[in-house]
């Protein structure tokens, strides 16, 4: 089976800098996705790591260990507007989601 | 930007009325997929559709779920015989290419409401 474990919440202060971590079990693996999820509203990609190590878009970085089955999604230089859930997610022939993590942002 | 659409975007029906939720995928994409997420929890993998049929499905798409690509351009799910339970945030997605993270795209969602 695939199991994907991440916290269920997270607070930060605006401005500081956030990790949140994923842990997953997989039969196939084709790589580990960040998406995040306003209230309401789709899923949007964020980020993806098919091979170890880190990867940067702006403020977002994500980072793969495949031997330890982990990542993780930094933000850094929070915003208020960064308030959302964020889902890990891994890929075979579809998209297996973790059951996500709420990002709380106090000002 | 090319997007994924879907209509209705909330949809209230009784229970045990069929509905039928439409999606029309980005124009190159040839894999497409159903998902849904009910209100606070995970998204969840309905089920997967290339070239003209059903590649995976969840335990969760049972007999009362159909896919069906009628057109070259839509991709519709049907619920025959709603339930309570089916009230829940229903995803269209596509992509290009399989077994790629980076590019399955979402529409915005249908909400279903079962009273």
């Known amino acids: 089976g695939q199991s994907l474990e991440q916290p269920s919440e997270v607070t930060a202060v605006e401005g500081a800098i956030v990790q949140i971590n994923c842990t997953y079990q997989?039969?196939?693996?084709?790589?580990l996705s960040w998406y995040q999820q306003h209230d309401g509203g789709a899923p949007t990609f964020l980020s993806y790591?098919?091979?170890?190590g880190l990867e940067e878009t702006g403020r977002f970085s994500s980072f793969l260990s495949r031997s330890d089955s982990y990542g993780y999604l930094l933000l850094q230089e929070l915003q208020m507007k960064d308030s959302a859930s964020y889902f890990c997610?891994?890929?075979?022939?579809?998209?297996?989601f973790g059951k996500g993590t709420r990002l709380h942002i106090l000002p | 930007e090319p997007e994924v659409t879907q209509t209705p975007s909330h949809q209230v029906t009784q229970m045990g009325q069929e509905v039928i939720l439409r999606c029309v995928p980005i124009?190159?994409?040839?894999?497409f997929y159903w998902y849904r997420q009910i209100l606070g929890q995970k998204v969840e993998f309905l089920v997967s559709?290339?070239?003209?049929?059903?590649?995976?499905k969840s335990e969760i798409f049972d007999d009362q779920f159909s896919v069906e690509r009628p057109d070259g351009s839509n991709f519709t799910l049907k619920i025959r015989s709603t339930k309570l339970e089916d009230s829940a945030m229903y995803f269209c997605?596509?992509?290009?290419?399989?077994?790629?993270?980076?590019?399955?795209?979402f529409g915005e969602g249908s909400w279903l409401t079962v009273v």
């Open positions: 997605a596509s992509s290009d290419k399989a077994y790629s993270g980076n590019t399955i795209y």
């Open positions: 997989t039969s196939g693996f084709y790589g």
């Open positions: 790591n098919a091979l170890d």
């Open positions: 997610a891994v890929r075979d022939d579809k998209i297996i």
């Open positions: 124009s190159n994409h040839l894999y």
């Open positions: 559709f290339y070239n003209n049929e059903i590649s995976e």
